[in-house]
């Protein structure tokens, strides 16, 4: 059986990106279809290279159970656009970034998160504002709106 290979993307990949693959790859466990995934996370920019998921990332995840721990931060190539079937990011910036990385997105991969719900925009950035339930809001209808049009 052939997986669904899922990146998300981000500026750092300590808040954001990290939230949605943890939460996705608990939704998948919760559904009863991890075999049928590969999930993870990557940044666009090098700055938060090797560090850890950002604290209070972290503690919004374990409020919800989720645990966010081995995660360290990764820039991605242009070999991910290979490697995944989708690349998904969380604003209009990292999709300028990512097609910049990977030369276009010919085939149609790219795609920002809250395109799968009914409000599409940007997942509220909680770098500047520290509100970071905002953001598991807006990662939870995300990944619940991607899972269903996975498996619909
Ligand atoms: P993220 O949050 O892109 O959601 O991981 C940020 C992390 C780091 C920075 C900005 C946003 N930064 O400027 O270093």
């Known amino acids: 059986m052939t997986k669904t290979k899922i990146l998300f993307i981000c500026l750092g990949n300590i808040c954001r990106s990290p939230m949605a693959e943890f939460y996705m790859k608990d939704l998948v466990c919760r559904e009863g279809c991890a075999d ?3 999930i993870a996370s990557a940044a666009t920019s090098d700055e938060e290279r090797g560090n850890p998921v950002y604290p209070p990332a972290r503690r919004k995840m ?3 159970g989720i645990d966010c721990s081995g995660k360290t931060a990764r820039r991605m190539t242009k070999a991910d656009y290979d490697d995944y079937d989708l690349l998904i990011c969380m604003d209009h910036s990292n999709l300028r970034n ?3 990385i990977c030369g276009g997105d010919p085939e149609g991969k790219m795609k920002m998160l ?3 719900t009914d409000r599409p925009g940007s997942v509220a950035d909680p770098w500047y504002t520290g ?3 905002a953001t598991w809001r807006d990662v939870e209808a995300g990944c619940t709106g991607l899972f269903r049009s996975l498996t619909e």
Do not use: K, P, S
Request: proline content about 0%; cysteine-free; glycine content about 0%.
């Open 36 to 38: 049928r995934f590969e």
């Open 131 to 133: 509100d970071f339930e």
């Open 98 to 100: 990512m097609e910049r």
């Open 114 to 116: 809250l395109d799968y």
């Open 62 to 64: 374990a409020e919800h």
